[in-house]
C-alpha cells in the first residue's frame, strides 16, 4: 500500500485523481464491488455520497460511518452505493 501514502489533501486527491476516482481507488485495492441487491454487511468497505461528492466508508451495526471534515459520522445503510466485501 506504500503507493497509496499521502501527506496532505491535494496528495490524496491527486491519488484518487490517478485512479479515474474515488470509485477506481477502491476498485484497484478490493476488487469488483458486490451487487446492491445483496445488503452491505458489517466491516464491509462502501463508496457513498455526501456533500455533493464520493466519500468511503465502512459499514458498522447497519450505518454507513465516513470521517469528513468536521469529524466522524455515520448515515442510513442506503446511502450506500457501492459495497465491497472484507
Same mark, same amino acid.
Given at each position: 500500500m ?8 491535494e ?5 484518487? /485523481? +490517478?485512479?479515474? *476516482?474515488? /470509485? #477506481?481507488?477502491?476498485q484497484s485495492?478490493?476488487? +469488483? =464491488?458486490? &451487487? ?6 458489517? *466491516?464491509?468497505?462502501?463508496?457513498? &455520497? *455526501? #456533500? #455533493?461528492q464520493?466519500m468511503? #466508508? ?9 470521517r469528513?471534515k468536521? *469529524?466522524v459520522?455515520?448515515? =442510513?445503510l /442506503? ?5 465491497? =466485501?472484507?
Open positions: 506504500a503507493h497509496l501514502q499521502y501527506s496532505s489533501e496528495e490524496a486527491n491527486a491519488l484518487i /485523481h +490517478k485512479h479515474s *476516482g474515488l /470509485h #477506481g481507488m477502491i485495492l478490493l476488487g +469488483k =464491488p458486490r &451487487m446492491l441487491d445483496e445488503k452491505p454487511q458489517h *466491516g464491509d468497505c462502501v463508496l457513498t &455520497m *455526501g #456533500g #455533493g464520493f468511503a #466508508g465502512i459499514v458498522y451495526r447497519d450505518r454507513v460511518v465516513v469528513t468536521k *469529524g459520522t455515520d448515515w =442510513p /442506503h446511502f450506500a452505493l457501492r459495497a465491497w =466485501p472484507t
